[in-house]
């Protein structure tokens, strides 16, 4: 693991907060270990599995994400549909998500709704990141807190459809996923919080084909503004299309390092360099879904 993720949670906590802290002692432990506890999950979340910054974090010419501008807003999409920018949302006030309450982070993020109850457009993954334990949303919001508040005026998202007055049922309590069941684990892991079947299964008229999920596809054409276009591999358990013949240890070289299973670099349109501190117990668990994919194609067979 980086020492960037090792090191984070601690260097934000800050000795004279901890000590504060430590005044408020129960007999389930101070407010300092609950916080640190949940900071160092959503600190994990973040830079592993989650992602956020992959799209958030602003890149410089080399495609290379900038550290002091972490979660500041940068990512554009242009299609047909419309041209989204992927906002701010580190702590600044103005510009930011810092005048946000958790629970109004948390219902964004779960639902696509704006504090002033506007409804968010594509590409957030708001489907997938319903399914986000309560835990896992408030270590991940932790997060956010104690990331460094960036003044970086964002425009707005425009859209050339009409966008759904809500993308589904408010929300309510959702459990910890059941670590014990690999396989059920690991859909939470890949399907929820990575979100991958989100890029990898092909969509039709804007929606995805879920009796073909993993099948890839997609194009994402010029990603992060480079100069070449990115097509979303087939993930399936398809034997010649997909990674049917592959070993676990190719499945995760090619998650973390970007290795293909032909020693071909993979684009850097997955976040790699996030994926890589991803822990070898939750490897196992995704490895362990992905093998449930059943062979797919993108292209659906011709009609007879």
């Known amino acids: 693991m980086s020492a960037k993720v ?7 906590l800050g000795i004279a907060a901890c000590a504060a802290l430590a005044v408020a002692c129960t007999e389930q432990g101070t407010a300092a270990d609950v916080d640190e506890d949940l900071l160092a999950r959503g600190e994990y979340l973040m830079n592993s599995i989650v992602a956020c910054g992959n799209c958030h974090t602003p890149r410089d010419e080399n495609g290379n994400l900038i550290d002091d501008l972490e979660l500041a807003g940068a990512f554009v999409i242009e299609e047909p ?12 006030v103005e510009t930011g998500i810092g005048s946000w309450t958790d629970e109004q982070i948390i219902r964004a993020v779960r639902e696509g709704i704006r504090p002033d109850g506007s409804v968010m457009g594509p590409p957030m993954a708001y489907p997938f990141y319903r399914d986000i334990s309560d835990r896992d949303m408030r270590a991940i919001v932790a997060y956010l807190r104690s990331v460094k508040p960036v003044r970086n005026e964002v425009p707005r998202s425009t859209y050339r459809i009409e966008l759904p007055p809500n993308w589904g049922p408010p929300v309510g309590s959702v459990p910890e996923p059941d670590k014990n069941d690999k396989v059920a684990y690991g859909r939470y892991l890949t399907h929820t919080l990575g979100h991958c079947t989100d890029c990898h299964t092909p969509l039709v008229e804007g ?5 073909r999920i993993g099948a890839g596809g997609n194009l994402f054409p010029q990603p992060f503004g480079q100069p070449w276009n990115a097509l979303a591999a087939n993930i399936t358990q398809h034997p010649e299309l997909g990674i049917g013949r592959w070993t676990d240890d190719e499945i995760k070289r090619a998650i973390t390092q970007g290795i293909s299973r032909d020693g071909r670099q993979l684009l850097p349109f997955m976040g790699f360099q996030f994926y890589e501190n991803i822990t070898d117990e939750d490897l196992d668990a995704i490895v362990a879904y992905l093998r449930t994919l059943p062979p797919a194609v993108a292209e659906p067979p011709a009609a007879h």
Do not use: L
């Not at 090191?7 to 934000?12: N, P, V």
């Not at 549909?81 to 600044?92: L, S």
């Open 6 to 12: 090792i090191g984070g949670a601690i260097a934000r």
């Open 207 to 211: 929606r995805h084909d879920f009796s």
């Open 81 to 92: 549909a419309f041209r989204a920018y992927a906002p701010n949302i580190t702590p600044d």
